[in-house]
T-cell receptor, first 118, second 113 residues
């Protein structure tokens, strides 16, 4: 299929470990978003890329969180020294609209990575 | 005040009933509006866009009221398969010229046989 894919689907980390979560957006989609979703809550914005440029990282909860998209396609979200409060589903979404387009297009989500920190 | 607010529910309705959800937003400069549906332990999926003129897709009708800054979703003739969480999404362009996407916390719908 040509949808957004994420890996791994499930990750269990011991507190203090580093993790890396991968997102493969839909081919040709310029915009890529990362969200964190806690149980019973809506997705919370983390960061946004347009091509390889990280235009907004205001949602990253701490400096332990880092995201990159070096070639403007695949993106990685890295969490250093994981804490229990990092346990959540991490969703990636892509969109074909650009940052400055007049109308913001809908996003297509990947299945998410469920991170459990023990 | 949250940027996007929804009643979390749950809304428990019998099959065949009509149910409506509202979502309020605080940023008057918001440009695009969507309803997403999220099933338990699944990713959100686009249900419909919301246009100023209102739009209808089968049993679903979405409305936008810019003056009062809310959007609504109406589901007629509810089916068991409509049971899900409905997420309101508000998009805008920031002063820096890039997208800002804000999700509501979602409204849970349970359709009962």
């Amino acid at each position: 299929g040509a949808g957004v894919s994420q890996s791994p689907r499930y990750k269990v980390a011991k507190r203090g470990q580093d993790v890396a979560l991968r997102c493969d957006p839909i081919s040709g989609h310029v915009s890529l978003f990362w969200y964190q979703q806690a149980l019973g809550q809506g997705p919370e914005f983390l960061t946004y890329f347009q091509n390889e440029a990280q235009l907004d990282k205001s949602g990253l909860p701490s400096d332990r969180f880092f995201a990159e998209r070096p070639e403007g396609s695949v993106s990685t979200l890295k969490i250093q020294r994981t804490q229990q409060e990092d346990s959540a589903v991490y969703l990636c979404a892509s969109s074909f609209s650009q940052a400055t387009s007049g109308r913001v297009a809908e996003q297509y989500f990947g299945p998410g990575t469920r991170l459990t920190v023990t | 005040r949250k940027e996007v607010e929804q009643d979390p529910g749950p809304f428990n309705v019998p099959e065949g009933a009509t149910v409506a959800f509202n979502c309020t937003y605080s940023n008057s400069a918001s440009q695009s509006f969507f309803w997403y549906r999220q099933d338990c332990r699944k990713e959100p999926k686009l249900l419909m866009s919301v246009y100023s003129s209102g739009n209808e897709d089968g049993r679903f009708t979405a409305q936008l009221n810019r003056a009062s800054q809310y959007i609504s979703l109406l589901i007629r003739d509810s089916k068991l398969s409509d049971s899900a969480t409905y997420l309101c999404v508000v998009n805008g362009i920031t002063s820096g010229g890039y997208q800002k996407v804000t999700f509501g916390t979602g409204t849970k719908l349970q359709v009962i046989p």
